[in-house]
Nanobody, 128 residues
Framework: QVVLVESGGGSVQAGGSLRLSCAASGRTLYDMGWFRQAPGKDREFVAAISLSGSTRYYADSVKGRFTISRDNAKNTVYLQMNSLKPEDTAVYYC???????????????????????WGSGTQVTVSS
């Protein structure tokens, strides 16, 4: 069993930055992803990183502004968010994929149902 706990959310003005963290306990050798969900919308993919950290994926909407990274020694995945926009406002979730199938590409890593474990989320609010 894996338990994921997100932290680092908050309220910032447009153009600001936040760094989200996702701490994992239990067996943690998995590929990881970040998703977000705004009120009334479906959960959408934000970024993903392979176990080794060598492969990263980003949604087009965050490319160039967000950076995903991980520290396996600390069992933690990070999402550095810069140049935040009001449309980035959402609850952000981290997720773990135990099947190690990131080689399938962007379509696979962006699908929420392919992930096996989820955190409870952290709120990010960006004001204009």
């Amino acid at each position: 069993q894996v338990v994921l706990v997100e932290s680092g959310g908050g309220s910032v003005q447009a153009g600001g930055s936040l760094r989200l963290s996702c701490a994992a306990s239990g067996r943690t050798l998995y590929d990881m992803g970040w998703f977000r969900q705004a009120p009334g919308k479906d959960r959408e993919f934000v970024a993903a990183i392979s176990l080794s950290g060598s492969t990263r994926y980003y949604a087009d909407s965050v490319k160039g502004r967000f950076t995903i990274s991980r520290d396996n020694a600390k069992n933690t995945v990070y999402l550095q968010m810069n140049s935040l926009k009001p449309e980035d406002t959402a609850v952000y979730y981290c997720a773990a994929d135990r099947d190690r199938e990131f080689y399938r590409g962007s379509g696979y890593v962006a699908t929420p149902s392919e992930y096996d474990y989820w955190g409870s989320g952290t709120q990010v609010t960006v004001s204009s």
